[in-house]
């Protein structure tokens, strides 16, 4: 994600507890850690929570991740929240093309409460490799909700499928500013 941002101009400060990841960066900073518990001196008039961290399994690390991009971003900044489809872990198997291969969403299997193990398979002409990973489904109001808890609040959805969500501090109400 860092590259496309950088070659449009952006300065970007990339974070990942990946140290293997983070050397894929080129022409940004990066930081290797844990989201949550992020030490920086200054603040971003963007902040991207992407990949769907904001489903994280445990309510607390959720919390936190949220916690985050409220504490890093400006006053009169915004945060970039992308949210799984609505229709996440219905009608599977489904599969879409990406960049010359394959994404098939095999499985998603209640795991305990509000948990779901989700299975996927990536399929490229030179790779395959599957994953699986905990997701926590979140309703338009548990994700509000979530927001809310951390000083947040939705001000536009900015794709169709209400993936990609921008979020901007809460006013002293709890409102939009
Ligand atoms: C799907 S990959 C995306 C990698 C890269 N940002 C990109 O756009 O290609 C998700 C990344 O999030 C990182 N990650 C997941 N949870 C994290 C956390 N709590 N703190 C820091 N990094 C985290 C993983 O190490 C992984 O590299």
Redesign the pocket.
């Known amino acids: 994600?860092?590259r496309p941002l950088v070659r449009r101009g952006f300065t970007v400060t990339?974070?990942?507890?990946?140290a293997h990841?983070l050397e894929r960066v080129h022409g940004a900073r990066t930081v290797c850690?844990?989201?949550?518990t992020l030490e920086l001196d200054e603040r971003f008039d963007v902040v991207l929570l992407?990949?769907c961290?904001v489903h994280a399994a445990d309510p607390g690390?959720r919390r936190a991740?949220l916690r985050t991009c409220r504490r890093y971003v400006a006053r009169d900044g915004c945060v970039l929240i992308q949210r799984e489809p609505e229709d996440a872990h219905q009608g599977l198997p489904r599969e879409r093309e990406i960049a010359g291969g394959l994404i098939r969403v095999v499985s998603s299997e209640p795991v305990g409460p509000g948990v779901r193990s989700v299975h996927v398979e990536y399929v490229f002409p030179d790779a395959r490799w599957t994953q699986t990973f905990l997701s926590r489904p979140l309703t338009t109001r548990d994700f509000d909700s979530a927001l809310a808890e951390e000083g947040l609040v939705v001000d536009t959805y900015l794709t169709g499928d209400r993936t990609w969500v921008r979020a901007v501090p809460a006013g002293p109400d709890g409102g939009r500013p």
């Open positions: 994600m860092t990339a974070v990942d507890e990946s990841m850690g844990p989201i949550a992407a990949s961290l690390e991740l």
